[in-house]
């Protein structure tokens, strides 16, 4: 056969056949190898990640700070408590009307309603949510706290009926604890904790800030709680835990441990802070039972403020506001009618710090800055004026306290027994000096700027949140507000409604007409403390230190020490904010002056029996008139070692209100046992 002969067509079915063997068999040795690498070779990295697909990663609280006086006796601590909390990740995998029954099961268990609860695991922000902090602003893989404080009882019966409560557990949690030695409050010096808001996390991740809270945290939100919230924080433990098909819990794949957060040691001496709030409130409740001769009622002593510094280092040593709050209130979460009486003016703003947000007229216990002023400006210690039972200014007449006449008299005096004519007097003169009634913003003012260094109208820097100014009414201040109000005044004065009365119509008039004016009735009201200028108590309490000490105006402040938790001690040290312009001798002078106050003054009646030679009170007591209210009470007081001052709204005088009550603080403080009969009764300003 020859070679054109030959056919290959025979041959091209196993051609064909055997590349397709061949691919075959690549192909299935593809597949074999693949599945050898998946499974032998690359084993490790698909099992962690079919781990990572069945894992949460869940935050471990770090123990918060202990709070304690200067003792070392806890005023604020942790205690462990069985917490029922709800798991949104795993109800979210049921139907919805089973949701709704494993929430009712529960809330029967936990004796709340379905409604409540529901709310309490919602998350802030979304749709039907209520607003914070009955809401969860965490994260919704963080399982919820529902309830605080449950039973063993209670627990057990969750954990044995797993079926009926899918997503629910049993912990245990940490809470704040509040030990309260000598039964102690200091609610308005500690304050609370309540969940960051989401707006609040955004912010401070905005600002790039160091140690930024979880969504979960719990950040302080008043008192020192708030203003050393980063230290006593801590750091959070990381723990991511394997989790079954239906959610649970079934293994721990790695966990961090938390860092606990640093101690705080506060200046409070607990044993004095007990008796200031017991004192503080006794005061209250004794004034409440007074007769006002001049509204004929019993006085409404609504509020007060008591403050207790060290004068040589600025430390407040106890601080008590009425009415005070309970500040385990917070721990756990709020309920809105616990949230709505806290903040409730009938039940007088138990929030409200009145010692350091507090504003009122400073009566007589400003006296000492007008004597410092005068002083510096033609007056001293040979200045004789005279003390009538009043002084006239234009057709006005500006009376001393109960109409009483001393005749001619020294500052000393004038001090001692709070005779007003005296200071209306030098502030009278003072203000002709300065221009009187010319309307210039910018007049010189002795007596303004002497408040200003000593401190009023500013912030003291204490480190507690929320801290007020105060007000210095002066030509700047008079010519702002009728600006800001003329259009009102001038509407009633042209058209007042039925009922007004003649006084308000009269006022309306004169100050529609020219009420920037800083008018010679401004000038010796201000020299008093009366008008429009407002202080705090514990602004009160830094002047009198400061009075004490020869004239150093201290930052107040309430830590004392940070203890790390590796144990290291970091002392938080005093901070001296200025010093007084007024030299040694005045400051002497103004010393022996109210020296008397107590031992012959307006204040000596409450101080009978006192051992005035081992420890000499100085003391200022002051009554200052509000229109439309009762009169405020002011004790100001200090000693070389202590600043006491009480101030208590809409209680009569000042020693007879609250004389008493500081008397009984430096008997605590002194340890010195009160006397058997009490001192008798008097009228005193």
Known sequence: MSFDSFNPAPLKPRLRLFVIQVLVFSLMFTLIARLWYMQVMSSD????????????????????????????????????????????????????????????RLAKVLGQTPKDLTAHTMLCGEPGASKPPAC??????????????????????????????????????TLRAYPAPYKVNAAHILGYLSPITTDELDKLDQAGQDSVPHRSDLVGRAGVERTYDQLLRGTPGVKNVIVDAVGYTTGIQKQTAPVPGSTLMTSIDARVQASVEAQLRGAIMTARKQYDKITHKNYIADSGAAVVMDVKTGQIVAMASYPNYDPGVWVGGISQRELDALYSTKAGTPLVSRAVQGQLAPGSTFKPITTAAAMANGYGPKTR????????????????????????????????????????????????????????????????????????????GVDLPGEVSGR??????????????????????????????????QFSREFCADGYRYRAGDAVNFSIGQGDTTVTPLQMATVYSALANGGKLWEPRVAKAVIGPNGKVKPVPSKLSARLPVPASTLRYID???????????????????????????????????????????????????????????AGSGSGAGGTAVRHIYETLYNIKPPVTPPAKQNAQ
Not at 160 to 165: K, N, Y
Not at 478 to 500: R, V
Not at 593 to 616: I, S
Not at 626 to 645: F, L
Request: glycine residues 8%; charged residues 25%; hydrophobic residues 40%.
């Open 385 to 460: 004026l005279d003390c009538s039972s009043f002084f006239e200014v234009g057709d006005r007449r500006f009376k001393n306290y109960e109409s009483a006449s001393y005749g001619m008299i020294g500052f000393d005096e004038a001090l001692s027994i709070s005779c007003d004519t005296f200071f209306y007097r030098i502030a009278y003169a003072l203000w002709l000096k300065e221009g009187g009634n010319s309307g210039d913003l910018n007049a010189a003012d002795p007596l303004v700027q002497m408040a200003k260094n000593f401190g009023f109208g500013k912030p003291t």
């Open 45 to 104: 990295d698909y099992s962690q990640a079919a781990t990572q697909n069945h894992t949460r990663e869940v935050l471990v609280p770090a123990p918060r700070g202990t709070i304690v006086d200067a003792a070392g006796r806890t005023l604020v601590g942790n205690r462990v408590s069985l917490v029922i909390t709800v798991d949104r990740s795993v109800l979210a995998k049921l139907p919805d009307d089973q949701q709704k029954q494993v929430l009712a």
């Open 136 to 173: 969860w602003n965490g994260t919704p893989y963080q399982p919820i706290p529902v309830a605080k404080d449950v039973s063993e009882q209670v627990a057990i019966e969750v954990m044995e009926r797993r079926e009926d409560f899918p997503g629910v557990a049993a912990e245990s949690a």
């Open 472 to 505: 210095i009414a002066d030509r700047k201040w008079k010519k702002d507000y009728y600006d800001a109000q003329k259009d009102y005044y001038c509407k009633l004065a042209d058209n007042p409604p039925a009922g007004t009365s003649a006084f308000l119509k």
């Open 592 to 650: 022996n002056a109210l020296k008397e106050t107590a031992r012959t003054g307006t204040a000596a009646w409450k101080f009978g029996g006192f051992p005035l030679d081992q420890v000499p009170v100085r003391a200022k007591t002051g009554t200052a008139e509000v229109y439309g209210k009762q009169t405020t009470s002011w004790m100001a007081t200090y000693t070389d070692r202590y600043a006491v001052v009480m101030m208590l709204s809409q």
